[in-house]
């Protein structure tokens, strides 16, 4: 880290080095130059001049003496100005001065010169002959008269005779310059233009001495006559998002144009229904009826349906030519135009067309700042000029539109290109508007405004959009588009994003502006969805169907064993066992799928049959009421005990049983009594089936 005594060092060697490359003796002064000025009496002291070095301190001394005296000399110190008083130098004969410049390493002399004090008198500047105190005199002679100046000197006061005089004068616009010498006491301007304003000068020398300084300004205006030329007319349009609202705007006539005072502007205004409507404005008071800005003029009211416009200017002794516009613009052929612009100059070029066309007058060029102030300025060339320059001063960061018309031979307007152009540019503001204009699962589509003319602080070649760190797309335009979209594409779906845009110039990007969306579902999923949904509850309705036709049995063709979990399977049952033996015996296992169209149907009737208890005694006896609540009980708890049965596995159909099965040959061998009571106290049947009382009972 340097520290303040290191960044000194190159400081104090900087001085050092200067200082040494001073050292040393003077350089000799050089343009000595003697003069004795005079006043309207006498010429009392002679004064010299000369030029110092300014890189070496010296202190300088004037030395004169006489050209024939080489033993002495007379000597006065001054530093930069010597003055020889009249007592000091000879009034006769020739002397020698110079200067001596000296300091501490030594002295040197300047080249010496040759004076004669009467040949160096300088007389005063000379006054111009007039009667009146005005500063602006009006020369009241015809118009053919030359402009004549009349000057006077104190010559005779100094007993001295009148030498040669010098003129220079320049019109008032500085359209005109010029110089005369030789003269005596008079100056004419033969020809001069009317009503203009003339600014002379003058200076004289006595005898053959020094020449007077250049004398005060006098300022002549030349006798009026008629106005010439035509007015410069054109149109001040406005653009905005309403429409054009253009105005009448016209320039100051040259005074070569004039020839005097304008006094009033006359206008004539032709609608597109034919009506026409005059007005005068004045160009000496200011008017409702326009605005005034020292170089130009424009119209207050504007020129919507205005079909033709004709101004003429109007001074004392006549009028111009009136100059004719057609408002309305027409299209004409593109014209590339190249712009440059410094702080201080526009300048516009562009190439001839390929074919030139008859039927043109004048190229129009113009150019309007993009701001409130809105200066605004046109040139009008003739059809063989390719480049026009604008004088001003031109902003920085400042848009300016320059646009290029041309004009026919029928005054009609035809307009040929446009462009923007900055005197420098930087980095413009940021995107006002950026937002999503649509989004899909796998697209999205961006839209943003453009920066504001007064914002874009330099040409926007193109606006750079980026989506997150992946891509960075660069979208060109142009500097008059509008709103702007970008579409993205091959995005991932239900994925958030985040995306910026920034405009671009010569100077590099601007501020970035910053958006997040999420793309939407796949749209393939939401309908594999969909889809799913649908079949699902089709096959349910399928296997609801089907359970409602067949009957509960025949479900368990379609739907799996686990569904039916808490669900009976019939073919535990003693009865179905009794019954698939019987069956086994007369047909076999294929013939049981046989389908028989016409079934018999018996007739169920069913009997109460009294329950029968046995005693200690082994004598039968009805059971009571109190008995048989205790039977059911038990029967009850049997009943409980099922569901631990049922988790052991049937080898054939993968379900357990719901009592244990005996199929000993001892037990087919039981008696009918025996073979209905194992009927009636069946695990399957207790379990599963109603009772006879609980049937009674309903």
């Given at each position: 880290?340097?520290?303040?005594?290191?960044?000194?060092?190159?400081?104090?060697?900087?001085?050092?080095?200067?200082?040494?490359?001073?050292?040393?003796?003077?350089?000799?002064?050089?343009?000595?130059?003697?003069?004795?000025?005079?006043?309207?009496?006498?010429?009392?002291?002679?004064?010299?001049?000369?030029?110092?070095?300014?890189?070496?301190?010296?202190?300088?001394?004037?030395?004169?003496?006489?050209?024939?005296?080489?033993?002495?000399?007379?000597?006065?110190?001054?530093?930069?100005?010597?003055?020889?008083?009249?007592?000091?130098?000879?009034?006769?004969?020739?002397?020698?001065?110079w200067v001596e410049a000296s300091n501490q390493y030594g002295s040197v002399r300047s080249q010496e010169i040759l004076l004669n004090a009467e040949h160096?008198?300088?007389?005063?500047?000379?006054?111009?002959?007039?009667?009146?105190?005005?500063?602006?005199?009006?020369?009241?002679?015809?118009?053919?008269?030359?402009?004549?100046?009349?000057?006077?000197?104190?010559?005779?006061?100094?007993?001295?005779?009148?030498?040669?005089?010098?003129?220079?004068?320049?019109?008032?616009?500085?359209?005109?310059?010029?110089?005369?010498?030789?003269?005596?006491?008079?100056?004419?301007?033969?020809d001069p233009q009317p009503g203009t304003i003339y600014e002379f000068q003058v200076r004289c020398a006595c005898d053959s001495s020094l020449m007077s300084d250049w004398s005060k300004v006098l300022r002549i205006k030349s006798p009026e006559s008629a106005p010439v030329g035509e007015v410069d007319v054109w149109r001040d349009c406005d653009v905005s998002s309403a429409g054009h609202n253009c105005f009448l705007t016209w320039k100051n006539l040259s005074i070569s144009q004039g020839r005097g005072l304008i006094l009033v502007y006359e206008i004539s205004i032709i609608y597109s229904d034919d009506n026409v409507k005059q007005m005068n404005v004045s160009a000496l008071e200011s008017s409702s009826l326009s605005a005034y800005n020292e170089t130009m003029w424009r119209l207050?009211?504007?020129?919507?349906?205005?079909?033709?416009?004709?101004?003429?200017?109007?001074?004392?002794?006549?009028?111009?030519?009136?100059?004719?516009?057609?408002?309305?613009?027409?299209?004409?052929?593109?014209?590339?135009?190249h712009l440059l612009i410094t702080d201080q100059n526009l300048t516009v070029s562009w190439d001839l067309p390929?074919?030139?066309?008859?039927?043109?007058?004048?190229?129009?060029?113009?150019?309007?700042?993009?701001?409130?102030?809105?200066?605004?300025?046109?040139?009008?060339?003739?059809?063989?000029?390719?480049?026009?320059?604008?004088?001003?001063?031109?902003?920085?960061?400042?848009?300016?539109?320059?646009?290029?018309?041309?004009?026919?031979?029928?005054?009609?307007?035809?307009?040929?290109?446009?462009?923007?152009?900055?005197?420098?540019?930087?980095?413009?503001?940021?995107?006002?508007?950026?937002?999503?204009?649509?989004?899909?699962?796998?697209d999205a589509t961006l839209f943003w405004e453009p920066v504001p003319f007064s914002k874009q602080n330099g040409v926007i070649s193109n606006y750079l959009v980026g989506v997150e760190k992946q891509q960075v797309y660069n979208v060109t335009v142009t500097p008059e588009h509008g709103n702007q979209t970008l579409e993205l594409k091959n995005l991932s779906p239900a994925h958030d994003y985040k995306v910026w845009i920034s405009a671009v110039t010569a100077a590099g990007p601007g501020v970035k502006v910053t958006q997040t969306f999420?793309?939407?579902?796949?749209?393939?999923?939401?309908?594999?969805?969909?889809?799913?949904?649908?079949?699902?509850?089709?096959?349910?309705?399928?296997?609801?169907?089907?359970?409602?036709?067949?009957?509960?049995?025949?479900?368990?063709?379609?739907?799996?064993?686990?569904?039916?979990?808490?669900?009976?399977?019939p073919r535990n049952s003693h009865i179905f066992r009794q019954a698939k033996?019987?069956?086994?015996?007369?047909?076999t296992w294929n013939s049981i799928r046989t389908y028989e169209p016409h079934p018999k149907i018996s007739l169920l009737e069913i009997v109460e049959r009294t329950p029968i208890a046995v005693d200690s005694n082994g004598l039968t006896r009805p059971v009571m009421k109190e008995e048989c609540s205790q039977m059911d009980y038990e029967d009850g708890r049997r009943v409980d005990v099922v569901p631990e049965e049922c988790d052991r596995t049937d080898h054939r159909y993968g379900k357990g049983e719901y009592s244990k099965?005996?199929?000993?040959?001892?037990?087919?061998?039981?008696?009918?009594?025996?073979?209905?009571?194992?009927?009636?106290?069946?695990?399957?049947?207790?379990?599963?089936m109603p009772s006879v009382l609980e049937i009674l009972g309903d």
């Open positions: 880290m340097a520290t303040q005594r290191t960044r000194l060092v190159p400081h104090i060697l900087l001085v050092l080095l200067s200082t040494c490359a001073a050292a040393g003796p003077p350089a000799p002064p050089s343009n000595l130059e003697c003069y004795r000025p005079c006043d309207e009496k006498e010429c009392s002291l002679i004064r010299c001049k000369w030029t110092p070095n300014p890189k070496i301190n010296s202190s300088y001394h004037l030395y004169w003496m006489p050209a024939n005296n080489m033993d002495g000399s007379i000597t006065s110190e001054y530093s930069s100005d010597g003055i020889i008083y009249r007592e000091q130098f000879p009034s006769d004969g020739d002397f020698r001065v160096i008198i300088k007389p005063p500047p000379p006054t111009f002959s007039s009667s009146s105190q005005d500063p602006l005199q009006i020369y009241w002679g015809s118009q053919e008269d030359p402009l004549e100046i009349h000057w006077g000197t104190i010559c005779n006061n100094l007993q001295r005779q009148v030498g040669t005089c010098d003129v220079r004068y320049n019109t008032e616009d500085n359209q005109k310059f010029g110089f005369e010498d030789g003269l005596c006491s008079t100056y004419s301007v033969l207050s009211s504007s020129l919507k349906d205005v079909s033709t416009v004709s101004v003429s200017a109007y001074n004392a002794l006549g009028a111009t030519n009136a100059t004719h516009l057609v408002v309305p613009l027409k299209d004409g052929n593109d014209q590339t135009i390929p074919q030139f066309s008859d039927n043109l007058k004048q190229y129009v060029v113009q150019y309007k700042e993009c701001s409130p102030r809105q200066t605004f300025d046109w040139i009008k060339v003739d059809t063989d000029e390719t480049e026009v320059y604008f004088q001003g001063t031109f902003k920085k960061y400042t848009p300016y539109r320059v646009s290029m018309f041309a004009v026919s031979n029928m005054n009609e307007v035809y307009q040929l290109s446009t462009a923007i152009g900055y005197s420098a540019q930087g980095a413009p503001s940021m995107v006002p508007t950026f937002k999503l204009l649509s989004v899909t699962a796998t999420k793309t939407k579902q796949s749209s393939l999923s939401l309908l594999g969805f969909l889809l799913v949904i649908p079949v699902i509850l089709l096959v349910c309705f399928v296997f609801f169907l089907l359970n409602a036709i067949q009957g509960k049995g025949s479900v368990c063709r379609f739907w799996p064993q686990c569904v039916y979990e808490k669900i009976p399977d033996n019987q069956i086994n015996e007369s047909f099965m005996d199929n000993s040959d001892e037990e087919r061998n039981d008696c009918s009594s025996s073979s209905e009571e194992e009927h009636y106290t069946s695990g399957y049947e207790k379990h599963f």
